[in-house]
């Protein structure tokens, strides 16, 4: 059976796993490391992040691929992050990944082989307006001649409906823990937002199971590869 949650199910099953004993900077380098593995991330890339937990997933993410040889660099629409983000954009630094302003209408994007979504998260609640939508807008013009990775959620998506009439254009999006619903659902109604979806275990326990389940003959009908879902999502990911 495959998971398939709603936002607030993942939010309250992650501050379970928490203050069970796991700590919020673990699971943020389990997410990364499940992004590195299973994204084929290759010449030059860019991770883009905003100011919530996926852009803390990003900067750890940038030093895990620094550790690997591949040196990204970081575009970023903030300048103020969460503790956890603070610390993984420290370590990012410490391994000389440049962290870039992004500024409308400068094609940053265009230079790279691959791009990295991790703008925005599971909270998006109707359009996306501002800055937000800017770089949203450029990753897409970018993206139809490279690699786009969304972490967790495309961009610009709501995470339980799968609305958004403004979201990053995915290769590959990586569900971290469990689908969202949004997720799925945009996958499954062929909104061009997602081309491939997979997941990554980080090890999360989901204890209330009032949400979605499908079985294995259900996954393959809705076009997901059985064995990518055998493969990909029974690992957790340790350093």
């Known amino acids: 059976m495959v998971d398939v949650i709603s936002v607030e199910n993942m939010r309250n099953s992650d501050a379970a796993a928490i203050n069970g004993g796991i700590p919020s900077l673990e699971l943020m380098r389990r997410a990364a490391q499940g992004i590195f593995d299973l994204s084929d991330l290759k010449g030059k890339t860019v991770i883009v992040v905003g ?11 940038a030093s895990i691929m620094a550790d690997s040889g591949n040196i990204p660099d970081i575009v970023t629409v903030t300048d103020h992050y969460s503790p956890d983000s603070t610390y993984y954009m420290n370590e ?3 391994r000389s990944v440049k962290i870039l302003p992004f500024r409308k209408g400068e094609g940053i994007f265009e230079q790279y082989d691959s791009i990295v979504d991790c703008l925005l998260g599971t909270g998006t609640k109707g359009d996306v307006r501002g800055v937000y939508k800017d770089v949203i807008e450029e990753i897409n013009t970018a993206g139809q001649s490279c690699y786009v990775v969304s972490a967790d959620i495309n961009s610009g998506l709501n995470g339980d409906t799968g609305e958004g009439s403004c979201a990053v254009k995915s290769d590959l999006t990586v569900s971290i823990g469990s689908h969202k619903r949004g997720v799925v659902l945009s996958y499954v109604s062929n909104a061009g937002f997602i081309s491939e979806l997979v997941a990554c275990d980080i090890g999360i326990r989901i204890d209330n199971r009032e949400d979605y389940f499908l079985s294995d003959g259900e996954w393959r009908e809705m076009g997901f590869p059985e064995e990518e879902r055998i493969h990909k999502e029974q690992a957790v990911y340790y350093r």
């Open 92 to 94: 990012a630094v410490v």
């Open 51 to 61: 100011s919530g937990n996926n852009g803390g997933d990003g900067f750890a993410l």
